[in-house]
């Protein structure tokens, strides 16, 4: 609960800041007729699993990828190539290598690469997380309001879909997301929030799981095992989660 008084305490502040630095007026070229996917990629176990997720994306649909890491996280950093690998390769003939960070290929597009702050350090004092997360937020508003105006990826557009299976800065940016869309700084059709829990949450949701399900701003919001969507479901005609069964191999 004091997480949570935190993140609305941290969020309100935001709106403030938004007023004077975000707001404009809405974008007046038509949407692009090919998707642009963000994908938010953690430290260790949620890049392996996000690697898992995206082995089976298609690039002629997705043509605009932005990958968003966490800041001195190399390690998914260079996950995010070795993904590029895995996706062009399947779909280029007599495949040599991926393309780098903002090159377009003809057949697989487009990716792109945007550092936020990292919202919580391990072993940081709890008592600090509300500082690092606002500055973490604010990264994820100007890492997307820039992806908007900036980018050589989808110029003047918003990601269609933003994909995340968990680690901190996820929250931060779905809450990014949902700031710029209430404010109409971005269009409400874009931006479809698509959550998923990591496979080693058997019984319980993550932290990062607890408090989106608790605000309720996901569009998709999907576990791994059946028993834990039953747990979470209860009997109730509403249901707060959906199972596919395992999304990763």
């Not at 938010?40 to 690697?51: C, D, F, P, Y």
């Not at 990716?111 to 008592?127: F, M, N």
């Not at 980018?151 to 931060?172: F, K, L, Q, R």
Request: aromatic residues 8%; hydrophobic residues 45%; positive net charge.
């Amino acid at each position: 609960m004091a997480i949570l008084s935190a993140l609305r305490l941290v969020v309100a502040a935001v709106f403030i800041l938004l007023t004077t630095a975000f707001i404009a007026s809405p974008s007046l070229y038509p949407p692009t007729k090919l998707s642009h996917i963000m994908v938010v990629l953690g430290s260790g176990g949620h890049t392996a699993e996000m690697m898992s997720l995206l082995r089976d994306i298609n690039p002629r649909r997705y043509t605009y990828r932005t990958y968003i890491v966490s800041s001195g996280d190399g390690f998914s950093a260079g996950k995010a190539a070795e993904i590029e690998q895995m996706i062009q390769s399947k779909h280029v003939q007599s495949f040599i290598g991926p393309t780098k960070a903002g090159e377009f290929h003809p057949i697989t597009g487009t990716w792109d690469l945007k550092i936020v702050p990292r919202a919580r350090k391990i072993h940081q004092p709890l008592y600090s997380t509300p500082f690092s997360s606002l500055w973490c937020l604010i990264g994820c508003l100007r890492a997307l309001h820039a992806t908007s105006t900036t980018s050589t990826i989808a110029p003047h557009e918003y990601p269609d879909v933003i994909i995340t299976n968990g680690p901190a800065t996820a929250v931060m940016v779905i809450l990014a997301a949902t700031i710029l869309k209430l404010f109409a700084v971005a269009p409400a059709r874009k931006m479809k929030i698509i959550y998923v829990e990591s496979w080693a949450r058997v019984k319980t949701l993550s932290l990062s799981g607890k408090v989106l399900l608790r605000i309720g701003i996901c569009d998709k919001f999907l576990v791994q095992w059946e028993s834990l969507a039953k747990s979470i479901n209860g009997t109730g005609a509403k249901r707060k989660v959906e199972w596919r069964g395992f999304l990763v191999e």
